[in-house]
């Protein structure tokens, strides 16, 4: 129902209204406070302290003196002295009020509430509101709703708006989607009861039992869309049955290295997906550095000695020339009869029709490139397989095209997804339930633990030393800056001052490169070459080389403000080193004063396990960031929070499993208003929910 029904919203207000991200009656029922005023009982002026500076207080208090009033220009301030029943004074200004001398006459008594500040040894009162003493009575000891508003749209507004909604659906929310024996079960409030508390709870504990029904039911709602997108994708039929290969076998006993367990683990389910009946649908979940690459090698060698096609779409081009290199490398040393292509943005026009015709006509087996694979004039013959690397960088549109790009977009192939993103398993249930998921948390054999520490710029003289100390034994190193250019506003480092200033302490024998997001795709493909091949002895780079890159020799690396970066991506930048089975040390440097740079600094050089910093990651910021993972998807939870609200989530994940288990059984009616309610959800937020 469009918000212009309620009464007194016209096309202005229901504008104002927009720009908060609500256009339905529905959508203000569901726009909670995003915080809640306590009335407390007034209290005497002589009370009043100064830690109370800053907050609301109220006062029962006589008006003293006749207001005055002085003007400004076209502003305006009135002021008075405000007296308790003790004799103790307050001075009270209103700004731009001035119609409140109207209000308030000398000899009156109220209740006056405002912001409490102090200047000297006298305290104020700032813009309070004027309440008779009935009026605050009826107030005392309740919540008001303090909403995010828009400029132009008053929180007085809102709550009249809100009200309204309430009056117009309340008679639609008194019929629960929830049965009796469930809300009985888990002690949850009914639904009509819990969202109006949200908004105008009668005190602290209605609002809590409020909050637990709304976030169950966001939980509930969510997961279960999750799984019946699952559910849906577990019975697309597999049109390109792809067998273990021999072939592929005789390539992995050739490799310069044993598989892990997690690796040979996750080759066993790829394979037992793909020689499946239903299309794989499987995320490949690893630590940076797990060897995720060479477990999708073989998924598409195993492809291209089916007969078919397969594509692997990197998020940067830097990446992708990365492992198509690799992977051709594979293909000599083994002189297999494999045809693979390199397409990306700066592929040469000719070159890319040449690809174009090879995809379509089959004789291509394996493309690898950057979103340039999903673009209109790419055509398969037969795409059996499709791997996106670091897949949370691609919207889901983006993994869609990719997926249909067959020959018939009636049939879907196999698909893959790899994260380097480490996150808690809570949150991995929710991100990527509706995937079957592989988790690969063991090293490659031989490495060793990254050596780590945290300095400031007192120690660069040391610096600059030990990188020269293992540059001279033939290793390289990444510097790695927040900034491309200086900047007077921002007080961090910038990759053309600090190589510089590496040249100036570094002997002349130290080759210095830098790599930037502004350079061309040309000139970061040469530097990564050049940088590979060991002509480049520092490389001093933004963010750029933050997925995937691997130099094996590269072996130290320095982080500028430290302190500037996420969790997530100093782990992502420190996983370029150490990808050999020599010692690698990456050094954290920082100035930083502040209390939450000290604790995440510690949190990143005490350990080198993704998956336990990420879940220390989530204590420190919340869930917010994690679930950016979703892209444009956003999961846009309005009060739960997976880390905070765990007991909650478990609960609500059980019905789900209940109610999947007894879908098609014999329960089935108990759960008929669930399933109705579950598709207007899904309706309702067929975007955000990236499915």
Partial sequence: MDIKEIKGIGDKTAALFFKTGISTVEDLMEFYPRDYELFKAPETIGSLIYSQTGRNV?????????????????????????????????????????????????????????????SSEHFTLEQPKVYSLSEYEELSGKLKPVYALT????????????????????????????????????????LFESLYSMHFPQNTEELNKARKRVIFDEFLLFMLAVQRQKRLNEEISNS????????????????????????????????????????????LHGDVGSGKTIVAFIAL????????????????EVLAVQEYTELERIIINNNMDIKAALLTSSTDMSEKKKIYEGLENGEIDIVIGTHAIIQGKVKFKNLALAITDEQHRFGVNQRKNLRNKGSDETISCNVLVMSATPIPRTLAWIIYGDL???????????????????????????????????????????????????????????????????????????????????????EKTDIMKRFSEGEINILVSTTVIEVGVNVPNATVMLIYNADRFGLSALHQLRGRVGRGNI????????????????????????????????????KLRGPGDFFGVRQSGEILFAMADPERDTEIFENAKLLVDEIMDNEYGSEIDKYKKITERLKKYMKDREDALNL
Avoid at 244 to 268: C, F, G, M, R
């Fill in 151 to 190: 400029k132009g749209l008053s929180n007085n507004t809102v709550i009249k708006a809100v009200k309204s909604a309430f009056d117009i659906m309340g008679d639609k929310l008194k019929d629960d989607y929830l049965p009796n024996e469930i809300r009985d079960r888990f002690k949850l409030m009914d």
């Fill in 583 to 618: 010692q690698s040390y990456c050094m954290f440097l920082s100035d930083s004063k502040g209390e939450n740079a000290k604790k995440r600094l510690k949190v990143i050089s005490s350990t080198n396990d993704g998956f336990k910093i990420a879940e220390d990651d989530l």
């Fill in 58 to 118: 109220a006062v029962d208090c006589v008006i003293y003196n006749k207001p005055d009033i002085k003007r400004y220009c076209k502003k305006s301030i009135v002021s008075c002295i405000a007296k308790d029943i003790n004799g103790d004074g307050i001075k009270c200004i209103w700004f731009n009020m001035p119609y409140i001398i109207n209000t308030v006459k000398k000899g009156m008594r109220f209740v006056l509430r405002g912001k409490l500040s102090r």
């Fill in 436 to 522: 079957d998921i592989s988790v690969m948390d063991v090293m490659p054999m031989g490495r060793l633990p990254i050596k780590n520490a945290v300095i400031d710029s007192g120690y660069m003289k040391n610096v600059y030393s030990f990188m020269e100390k293992h540059i001279r034994a033939g290793r390289q190193a990444y510097v790695i800056c927040p900034m491309i250019e200086k900047n007077d506003e921002i007080n961090a480092a910038d990759v053309y001052t600090v190589s510089e200033e590496l040249k100036e302490h570094l002997p002349k024998s130290v080759k210095t490169e830098i790599l930037h997001g502004k350079m061309s795709p040309n």
């Fill in 301 to 316: 060698f195993d492809t291209v000695f089916a007969g078919f096609q397969g594509a692997l779409m990197a998020p940067t």
């Fill in 240 to 283: 390109y049955i792809v067998e273990k290969s021999k072939k592929t076998e005789s390539i992995i006993n050739t490799l310069p290295y044993a598989l892990t367990d997690s690796q040979k683990a996750a080759v066993k389910s790829i394979r037992e997906d793909m020689a499946s009946e239903k299309a794989m649908n499987r995320l």
